[in-house]
């Protein structure tokens, strides 16, 4: 029974739970009295403790039903929503995170209880004289309990008695037989286990799967009735029996059996070689336990299929949420292709070769459709990312003590689902950058003559093949002059030369690792990291950063991303006898430059074009070609023009070959750290040419 499956649903869906969570959250704290808002965090955590217990999350269940007492008194006026309560709930919202990604590292919620945060919650209620409904079900589970195992022992007692007769046995095949007569012989038990769920009992296949990893922990399985397939198909009626060969005793069984939730009724019934007409003279005991083999080989392997299953690491794959009608018009063009390959069938047999070409040019264009179709099903919008900000900045706003607001635009602008799962980490960097550099404190605000209250804006919105990300805030701006002092005081430039950088260039310090201008080291910064793994992040993904900056009056960051990165446009060249790719997004132009027009300054190679100083990079020297054409064998030298932000490259290549539209492959794990190297791509003639990084390569 692969668990997966549910497992993955489970999470997709806790997760856009706890995003609105968040949201809810976030609102609850600017108006603690709206009803709306306080119903909406209710419905949201009794669907989670619904999910969770479903899924045998016996704590993350817990946890939310502690919630549900609190928020029931909320929404009921019972106790009055305030400053503290919101930030306990909140801690409820990270536990609960933490329990997801602690399901989706390991598949299993862990051993943290919380118990800090429970009795927090629970200290809610008491102030305000409400029993809590958690702790009241509990202690009537503690007192059900001994009357249920006082029914469970007569139960056992009357089975004891009747020698089985209580419920009827399995039938066995003469495989069965053998290997329960080896089990005997090695002196292990043989139990048949009747398992019925509650007939409101929801993902039965589900709660099956976790009454078979708790057998198989304590015993193994023979038998199962009906089969493993059906259960995993949920083709049974609320309830299933086993057959198991364990060294333990029924007690055992019971007891762990009926701790699964939705679990209603546990028959352990004893088999004894009477029952099944074994004689002792049939019998050869010996000592030592039963071989595993026997038991592995069982009929149908539904002990081995389950027991590999348990085995499997849970792993939850990543998904995209489509619209019907972005499937509907894949299913369409599906179709042509279809029409196509019957079409040119039908061309082969008729030898009719004259109409291959319209049937080409028809190909291509459904094609072209086809890769547009699949790239918006690819599609996510940033919204997706952008929502777990505003309480970013609500913790970092309370940590700093600053007032900051966060306004957000644009959160329906779609990205690649690639891209979409990279650039938060460089998000995070920048928007914590903007709260702890950039935003001042209210006092200093005031006397500035500013709001008290600091804004950061993150807006997205897409700018031709790109989509533009953007962070600015309305705080105190770069200090130029700082930067030109700490870039001094760490020598990497003279005075001299730093005295000429413009402000652009003195900017993109803040990009090199271990530069920090900060005074003093932070919990939020001040180690002089961050900016330079934005920077690396961005690039290697295949955008740019620029920084916009106004001492006094703010900043602003300016992220570009490609909207996919799996098929692009790319200018094909030659560089020697090997084809190169350049992302055509990133080439301003093309021109054929005089040899007397490339210069020396400051001994490195530039090209003069319209009065524009741009450095030259000869790509057969940086890729390390060996059979490039010598330029002595060239009556101009070919430079492909590339755009990096706002400075240009000059790349030498020695030919060009055309655009072309091509599929990136990634070079594998070996070949990761390649240099200039951004991946591969297969050519029509089935030749690889390589792609190249024109970020890490353009100065």
Request: hydrophobic fraction near 40%.
């Amino acid at each position: 029974m692969d668990m997966n499956q549910y497992l993955d649903i489970f999470v997709e869906e806790s997760r856009e739970h706890l995003q609105s969570l968040n949201s809810s959250l976030l609102e609850l704290e600017k108006d603690p009295s709206d009803k709306g808002v306080l119903n909406e965090i209710f419905r949201v955590a009794h669907t989670l403790k619904g999910m969770s217990g479903t899924m045998g999350f016996n704590r993350m269940q817990r946890l939310t039903h502690h919630m549900e007492d609190v928020l029931d008194a909320l929404r009921n006026d019972r106790i009055s929503a305030d400053s503290d309560i919101v930030d306990i709930l909140f801690k409820c919202l990270d536990a609960l995170e933490n329990y997801v990604n602690t399901i989706v590292s390991t598949g299993d919620e862990g051993n943290n209880e919380y118990k800090e945060i429970v009795d927090a919650l629970a200290d809610i209620l008491k102030k305000g004289g409400i029993p809590s409904k958690a702790a009241k079900t509990s202690a009537k589970k503690t007192r059900e309990k001994p009357a249920k195992e006082k029914e469970s022992e007569k139960v056992a007692e009357k089975a004891e008695e009747t020698a089985g007769s209580e419920r009827e046995l399995v039938e066995f095949n003469e495989y069965d037989l053998n290997i329960i007569k080896k089990a005997f012989e090695a002196e292990m038990n043989v139990f048949q286990i009747h398992v019925e769920f509650d007939k409101g009992c929801l993902l039965k296949s589900a709660r099956a799967f976790i009454v078979f990893q708790v057998l198989e922990k304590n015993s193994d399985i023979i038998k199962s009735v009906p089969s493993v397939q059906d259960i995993e198909d949920e083709k049974f009626d609320f309830e299933f029996t086993v057959v198991v060969i364990t060294s333990n005793d029924k007690e055992l069984f019971e007891k762990e059996i009926d701790s699964v939730a939705e679990v209603v009724g546990v028959h352990v019934t004893p088999i004894t070689p009477e029952m099944l007409g074994i004689s002792d003279e049939e019998l050869q005991v010996k000592d030592g336990k039963m071989d595993g083999q026997a038991v592995s080989d069982a009929e149908d392997g539904s002990a081995q299929a389950m027991q590999d299953q348990s085995k499997k690491a849970h792993r939850t794959g990543k998904t995209v949420r489509v619209d019907i009608d972005r499937l509907d018009v894949l299913m369409n063009l599906v179709s042509e292709l279809i029409i196509i390959k019957n079409g040119l069938e039908n061309q082969i047999n008729a030898k009719d070769y004259s109409a291959w070409t319209e049937s080409i040019e028809y190909l291509e264009r459904v094609t072209t459709n086809l890769h547009d179709a699949v790239m918006k099903v690819r599609m996510v919008p940033v919204e997706a990312v952008f929502n777990r900000f505003p309480r970013m900045i609500r913790d970092i706003s309370r940590e700093l003590g600053k007032d900051i607001e966060l306004k957000m635009s644009g959160v329906d602008t779609e990205l690649d689902r690639t891209v979409i799962d990279e650039i938060g980490d460089p998000l995070i960097h920048i928007l914590r950058n903007s709260a702890d550099h950039g935003i001042e404190t209210r006092e200093e605000r005031i006397k500035l003559n500013k709001p008290h209250i600091g804004s950061i804006y993150l807006r997205a919105y897409q700018d031709g093949n790109n989509v533009v990300i953007e962070v600015e805030d309305d705080g105190r701006g770069i200090d130029i002059g700082k930067i030109r002092n700490k870039i001094i005081e760490k020598g990497l430039e003279s005075p001299d030369i730093v005295n000429t950088l413009s402000e652009k260039e003195v900017i993109d310090y803040l990009f090199r690792p271990n530069f920090s201008t900060a005074d003093k080291i932070t919990d939020l910064s001040g180690r002089g990291v961050g900016l330079d793994v934005v920077k690396t992040k961005i690039e290697a993904l295949g955008g740019t950063v620029e920084v916009e900056s106004r001492f006094g009056s703010g900043s602003k960051f300016i992220i570009r991303l490609p909207l996919t990165l799996a098929i692009i446009q790319a200018l094909l060249v030659r560089i020697g006898s090997e084809k190169y790719a350049l992302p055509l997004s990133s080439i301003r132009e093309i021109d054929n430059i005089k040899f007397e027009d490339v210069k020396m300054v400051r001994n490195r190679e530039v090209i003069i074009l319209r009065d524009m100083v741009i450095p030259l990079v000869r790509l057969n020297e940086a890729l390390d070609v060996k059979d490039a054409i010598p330029d002595e064998k060239k009556k101009h030298l070919t430079v492909v023009i590339v755009k990096k932000g706002d400075k240009l490259t000059a790349f030498s290549v020695d030919s060009l070959i055309g655009q072309q539209e091509i599929v990136i492959k990634s070079l594998g794990r070996i070949m990761q750290g390649v240099k200039y190297i951004a991946g591969a791509t297969i050519l029509g003639d089935g030749n690889v040419a390589l792609i190249v990084d024109n970020n890490s390569l353009a100065l």
